[in-house]
C-alpha cells in the first residue's frame, strides 16, 4: 500500500472553468476527508465519507462544488465555474473507524494544489 | 463555534533545545487531541495524540500533555535537531460516538531548529 494518492499535484487554471481532483486512499479505510488549506492556514474540513456515503458537508462546499466517492473506492472533487478564492490546496485524508468510537487518525495525500488565475 | 489557536506563528530555537508549542482551544471538549507535522507542499503527517483522560504522552523525543481545565495542549521536542524544522497542527478529534468525525485543526506553528 503507497498511501494516499491524490492527483494532479499542481492545477493551473482560468476562472470559469472546471476543475476535477481524484484522491485514491488506503484500501483498507472506510472514511475519506476532502479538506481545503490557504497559505498560513489550517486545514479547513469540506466533506466526508462513509464507505459511498456521504455523511457531512460543511458550509464552505458551496454548490459549485461537489465530491463522488463511488463504490465506496477512489472520490472525486468538483469545482465548477472556479473563482480566484477557490485557489488553495485541496487534501485528501482516510481513516479507519468504526461505530463512531476511537480516535479518527487521517492519513493525508501530499495535496492537489490549485491556482486559479 | 469552536476555536483553536496555536501559540505562536513561528518559533526558532537553536539546535539541541527543547521545543515547546503551545495549544489552547474554546468552546469545545475533545475526546482527543491529535498533533501532525506537515513539511512544505506535502500534507499532514500524524505524529501522536492524547486522549481527554490522559495528562501526558511520549513518544521518542516527542512529548505532549493534556490540560481540559486549561484547554491547552503542550507539545514538547527534546533534543531539537534541524530536521525537526516544520509545521506543528495541533487538531481536535470529537469522537464521542459521532458520525462526523471530522478533525478541527489549529493554524499550525512553524518552528524552525537552526544549527
Known amino acids: 500500500d503507497t498511501g494516499v494518492s491524490q492527483d494532479p499535484r499542481h492545477k493551473i487554471t482560468k476562472r470559469g472553468q472546471n476543475v476535477t481532483f481524484r484522491c485514491d486512499p488506503i484500501s483498507e479505510h472506510n472514511r475519506l476527508y476532502w479538506y481545503r488549506q490557504t497559505l498560513g492556514q489550517g486545514p479547513e474540513f469540506l466533506t466526508y465519507f462513509q464507505n459511498e456515503a456521504q455523511l457531512e458537508k460543511s458550509r464552505l462546499l458551496s454548490d459549485r462544488f461537489s465530491a463522488e466517492r463511488p463504490k465506496g473506492s477512489f472520490s472525486t472533487l468538483e469545482i465548477q465555474r472556479t473563482e480566484q478564492g477557490d485557489s488553495a490546496m485541496y487534501l485528501c485524508?482516510?481513516?479507519?473507524?468504526?461505530?463512531?468510537?476511537?480516535?479518527?487518525?487521517?492519513?493525508f495525500g501530499a495535496g492537489s494544489r490549485l491556482t486559479v488565475l | 463555534s469552536q476555536k483553536i489557536e496555536q501559540n505562536s506563528e513561528a518559533l526558532n530555537i537553536q539546535e539541541g533545545k527543547t521545543a515547546t508549542l503551545t495549544c489552547n482551544y474554546t468552546n469545545y471538549s475533545p475526546a482527543y487531541l491529535q498533533w501532525y507535522r506537515q513539511d512544505p507542499g506535502r500534507g499532514p503527517v500524524f505524529l501522536l495524540l492524547?486522549?481527554?483522560?490522559?495528562k501526558e504522552k511520549r513518544k521518542e523525543r516527542l512529548k505532549v500533555t493534556f490540560d481540559t481545565t486549561l484547554k491547552q495542549s503542550l507539545f514538547h521536542i527534546t533534543a531539537s535537531q534541524p530536521a525537526d524544522s516544520a509545521t506543528y497542527l495541533c487538531a481536535l478529534d470529537p469522537d464521542r460516538g459521532s458520525t462526523l468525525g471530522r478533525l478541527y485543526f489549529g493554524r499550525g506553528t512553524q518552528l524552525t531548529v537552526w544549527p
Open positions: 485524508a482516510s481513516s479507519f473507524l468504526t461505530g463512531g468510537y476511537g480516535a479518527n487518525v487521517l492519513t
Open positions: 492524547i486522549r481527554e483522560n490522559e
